[in-house]
């Protein structure tokens, strides 16, 4: 039986990679992320508008580490406020893609007045993992102990990969930091390279595959590819999982770098045209839903409440009531006539003191990519 793959000591970053193979892809991968970030510039308040799809992506990336929460699920559990520690595998869950959520905006404010550094990503970490089932593995720390991947359980000599050794992490990742801001003939190309060699380098003892895809966005915005971090890569990783975790292994196993480079700007190409199908939907959603806000509901307030409901597509009532900055009559007047009208549908029925639930369903299915509301 064949031993681990260990860590490819001293090959990165690579030295050979075939360019032939290459060119066209790099081409290709560009002009899609181009054409994203083009509508991703005109999209008003991209950040209240794409909110749906920026929970959907930490949904994908967590399910790849074997969460089961649906992005329903997530905002829904959401909406109620329940802020009590998750008394069950499926709140641990949610709790984990909220987490992924609350670091990458972390992140994005950090990157104002920092660089990708490994000081952001330390801190991305603890707070991907405050409060979840990795709590106890030094958030925001390097491992100082050997770790490993494999079957649960297994030991290091049935692992599949074993990262670097706990003494060359700073090193490798002090390498892996420099990197970032090296000149090189190609952004993707090198965030590939990046991305393959912060999953072997393997530096926390939990998290690293979520913080991993979280890096993604934010150098190609540190990069200048897109107006704001926002591009979501993990539908194409989830969905080619096996492919993925094979072509990351291939890197340390025989100094793949080409294949896993081909890989990887095949889901950047693949994912910028899928992000820019679902958020052109949404902006056509918003401005067609401009019209009609304003016609049902004969407010003056009306897009105020369009852009409250697109920023939190599922909600308590008392919570628009409370916190949407309409007054309160309207407000419930609003939230009855956008009912009555089928634009909100009742998820969870009120009861006593407890508000009904209700969601958006035309905007929640933009970002699932199917009916599911």
């Not at 970053?13 to 032939?20: A, Q, S, V, Y």
């Not at 330390?122 to 490993?148: M, Q, T």
């Amino acid at each position: 039986m064949a031993g681990p793959v260990h860590y490819h000591e001293g090959a990165f970053p690579p030295e050979d990679l075939d360019w032939r193979s290459l060119i066209s892809l790099i081409g290709s991968a560009n002009a899609a992320v181009a054409r994203y970030d083009g509508l991703l510039s005109a999209i008003p308040n991209a950040s209240v508008l794409l909110s749906p799809l920026t929970t959907q992506e930490a949904v994908l990336s967590s399910r790849i580490e074997g969460t089961q929460a649906t992005m329903g699920e997530v905002l829904q559990y959401e909406a109620r406020g329940d802020d009590r520690d998750p008394t069950s595998p499926k709140e641990a869950d949610i709790w984990e893609v909220l987490n992924y959520r609350k670091a990458m905006r972390a992140a994005e404010a950090m990157l104002v007045d920092l660089p990708l550094s490994q000081r952001l990503v330390k801190e991305a970490h603890r707070i991907l993992l405050s409060g979840v089932r990795g709590h106890g593995k030094s958030p925001g720390e390097y491992r100082k102990i050997p770790n490993w991947i494999g079957p649960h359980g297994c030991s290091i000599d049935e692992a599949r990969f074993v990262p670097v050794a706990a003494d060359r992490l700073p090193d490798a990742m002090s390498r892996w930091e420099r990197y970032v801001h090296e000149e090189t003939p190609d952004r993707l190309l090198q965030l590939a390279i990046l991305h393959a060699e912060f999953e072997a380098i393997h530096p926390f003892l939990d998290g690293n595959g979520r913080l991993g895809r979280m890096l993604i966005p934010l150098f190609l915005f540190q990069a200048g590819l897109i107006q704001t971090p926002m591009f979501y890569i993990s539908a194409y990783l989830e969905s080619h999982r096996e492919t993925y975790y094979e072509r990351l292994l291939a890197v340390s196993r025989e100094q793949a770098w080409t294949q896993w480079c081909v890989f990887f700007l095949e889901a950047v190409q693949q994912q910028a045209h899928e992000n820019l199908t679902k958020a052109t939907a949404i902006l056509d959603l918003y401005n067609a839903m401009k019209t009609q806000f304003v016609d049902m509901t004969r407010s003056q307030y009306a897009i105020h409440a369009l852009d409250w409901v697109f920023e939190r597509p599922i909600f308590k009532s008392s919570d628009f009531v409370r916190a949407s900055q309409i007054p309160e009559a309207t407000a419930k007047r609003i939230l009855g006539v956008l009912k009555q009208e089928g634009i909100l549908r009742v998820i969870e029925e009120g009861a006593g003191q407890r508000p009904a639930v209700l969601a958006y369903p035309a905007l929640l299915n933009i970002a699932e990519g199917y009916e599911a509301f």
